[in-house]
């Protein structure tokens, strides 16, 4: 499985955000919008990843604590060619567990992926992601998730420990729609 280093934060100033972001990326940024489906599974989190500009949808797996700060991430990811065709064959086959869309604008910086995110129903957020390769040592990574984090000026307060499909069921109190 692949592997990266996560942190999210709430974000409080998503314009200055938007500066700083740039300023540490060496390219424009990617901005687009996407939907994720998430399914109930044993372990993990299975989602079906679809984007609004004809860039072709995925699947994903991945697994990670839900914890405040860094934490590593291993997941895989599949394309897929028919998104109606595997959303209806999971959502007959497992329960729906949620959907989040959301703008997202990517910043490139190194090996971080700066994601700043407008997620409809809950706000603004930052969410790093530090791609690992095989022999890369995790502490590392977690030592640049928080040094880019304090670069872009996100404060130890705003962290978030779970996903935004539990966020929005919380604040649905139950299933997220």
Known sequence: ???????????????????????????????????????????????????DDGTPAELI??????????KASYYTRSPVTNPDAMHALLATALTTRGIVSKERHVYLAGRTRIHLDRVDGLGDFVELEVVLAPDDDEDAGEAEAHAVFSKLGVSQADLVAVAYVDLLNDSLGGRAA
Do not use: C, H, T, W
């Open 61 to 70: 797996f991945y697994q990670r604590d839900d914890r405040d700060g860094p």
């Open 1 to 51: 499985m692949a592997r990266n280093i996560e942190i999210k934060a709430r974000a409080r100033a998503f314009d200055d955000l938007r500066e700083r972001a740039a300023a540490l990326s060496d390219d424009a940024p990617l901005i687009f919008r996407q939907q994720d489906f998430f399914y109930d599974v044993p372990r993990g989190r299975l989602k079906l990843r679809q984007f």
